[in-house]
């Protein structure tokens, strides 16, 4: 059944340039947050998508969230502190073409089987830390963030590795992670949750790809 198939999403995180296929190190208590000193650049995320993709064994979905606002602080050439939001009530689903069908998931992945807009209209991430790599690594990322990603009322620690770019006052960035639901309670059809279900079962790890842009104000 099509509303079997969970949206993979939320919160998510990350900044760079282009994508890098790498997993969010395990979910922690949530972490102290960034901040940013007096003398900060303070630049206005201008642009924001999450894209995600969600998996059962008999097939998957995918498609995007929308980064309503946020905002970066930089010193010394990095980003010291910064948070941003995200609009669940924007989701789309993006493979399927038939209307109805595209509606009956798309409302049953803002239920309080999922996501529960009506209640959590946004998730957001609030950066703690960004850590600059000595050199990039074989993917090509550039740093490591660290931060807290809020998500249907709970709140929890992550970091992963990220491709930024930062200069003449503008930042770029992307990164594809992925995390597991159920920390945040969206625990539906996960069978190390609910047993006896055969191949009935959604995968509890999702696949996010975050793309950033921000600028000076």
Excluded at 30 to 47: I, N
Aim: hydrophobic share 40%.
């Amino acid at each position: 059944m099509i509303k079997n198939f969970i949206l993979i999403a939320a919160g998510a995180l990350a900044m760079g340039l282009s994508a890098c296929n790498n997993n969010a190190s395990e979910t922690t208590d949530p972490m102290a947050e960034g901040q940013a000193g007096q003398g900060a650049d303070t630049l206005a995320v201008s642009s924001g998508i999450v894209e995600w993709v969600g998996v059962k064994p008999t097939g998957k979905h995918n498609g995007t969230f929308t980064v309503s606002e946020g905002q970066l602080f930089v010193e010394n050439n990095n980003i010291s502190a910064g948070e941003f939001t995200i609009d669940m009530n924007s989701l789309k689903v993006l493979d399927i073409t038939d209307a109805e069908q595209n509606a009956d998931l798309t409302g049953h992945l803002k239920s309080g089987d999922f996501f529960q807009t009506d209640s959590f209209p946004n998730a957001k991430f609030v950066i703690s830390t960004v850590t600059t790599l000595a050199s990039p690594d074989s993917l090509g990322n550039t740093h490591t963030i660290a931060g807290n990603l809020t998500l249907k009322g709970a709140t929890k620690g992550v970091s992963f590795p990220a491709k930024v770019a930062l200069a003449d006052g503008n930042c770029t960035a992307e990164c594809s992670l992925s995390i597991d639901r159920t920390q945040w309670g969206v625990v539906y059809g996960s069978k190390n949750i609910f047993k006896n279900l055969g191949d009935k079962f959604i995968n509890d790890i999702v696949d996010l790809k975050i793309k950033l842009s921000a600028a000076a104000n």
